[in-house]
């Protein structure tokens, strides 16, 4: 039997909203004890003690929404740089995305993934499918075979289903079988070709640009066919103000709908296009600073459930084009806790709150056991200092490819230890 002590930390309990300075005990894979303040540690000594010099303690991240570019694209990111990124930037449970080439539209290549993420990544990887054949939108996937070969959720990313019959269909087969459906709210024809929010700021820039209404159209027929089916569903990214009625309605209601963010759209917002910097570009584009405040007052609300890092890897050759013509997406594995608590520094957000968002949620919305300070529950864990600052240089990322926003940014927040099941998966030099 394994036992490790943690010392001298500040907890941080997302469940029970609190942060309070205490001590922790992991017992084969697992916390076994939770020691307030200068209770004494149970007898038996541990194997290995862990001061942490009074840093904070947290739940490990669970992100919802990576894409790692096995199989089709390597050269972008593997499992292997996807999992140590993820370890060095606190994440110990990742929902990797099905928009690969090909597609994870079948049994046999979501065995690939998994086998492939079990040999090289460090941190829980968890697969999700293709919800359509091909993410075409024309025919659903064998729902209940990918979900016996291991599938957590389905989706068909940025791919919106247009065929609404299709998209009622594979709802109601997959509330049949109890699975999860994450979805892309936008309305694939107003959002074709976009590259910026329509608004002021586009117009002078020459941007093609799309309406926050076409958010909000996309999740307001998502809704309706939730009202019909019945199905289990989360939105993969809700980032304007204009959406969030409709889904506090739908919550109101008693539908099974919850919903997450991309920290890009927490943190900035469509004023850091300026310069046509294409990693800057994302899906959907950047919105209006009134847009962030609201999202970050959803989030504090409890309205929007969950935050993702929505992590794009894109090489140079995607990114070093014309905005227009340059590939959406950033990295943000790394980035995603030093961002986030930006929020924290700002006085938006408290820790446990973020930790809700960061680690809480997602856990409970996947069925994990993750995500949560309490005895019994896995000690995937994340050692931070909240304070410590750092100028981002993207170029001692892990990920394979580099395109951050953040690059030179001023960031506050580093990791000094993961832990997977008890294990250190990364500890800081």
Known sequence: MTRTLITNAILIDPDARTETPGSLLIEDGRI???LQGDDAAPS??????????GKHLAPGIVDIGVKVCEPGERHKESFRSAGRAAAAGGVTTIATRPDTLPAIDSPEVLEFTRRRANEAAPVNVLPMAALTKGRLGREMTEIGFLMDAGAIAFTDCDHVVQDTKVLARALTYARACGALVIAHPQDPNLSKGAAATSGKFASLYGLPAVSPMAERMGLDRDIALLEMTGARYHADQITTARALPALERAKRNGLDITAGTSIHHLTLNELDLAGYRTFFKVKPPLRSEEDRHAIVAALRDGVIDT?????TPQDEESKRLPFEEAASGAVALETLLPAALRLYH????DLPTL??????NPARRLGLEA????????ADLVLFDASKPFVLDRATLRSKSKNTPFDGARMQGRVMATYVAGAPVYEAE
């Open 32 to 34: 076994a004890a939770i």
């Open 44 to 53: 038996g000594q541990p194997a290995r003690i862990i001061d942490a010099n």
């Open 307 to 311: 935050i993702s890092s929505m992590h």
């Open 346 to 349: 700002s006085g938006d957000l």
């Open 355 to 360: 930790f809700r968002a960061l680690s809480l």
């Open 371 to 378: 995500g949560r300070m309490a005895v019994g529950a896995p």
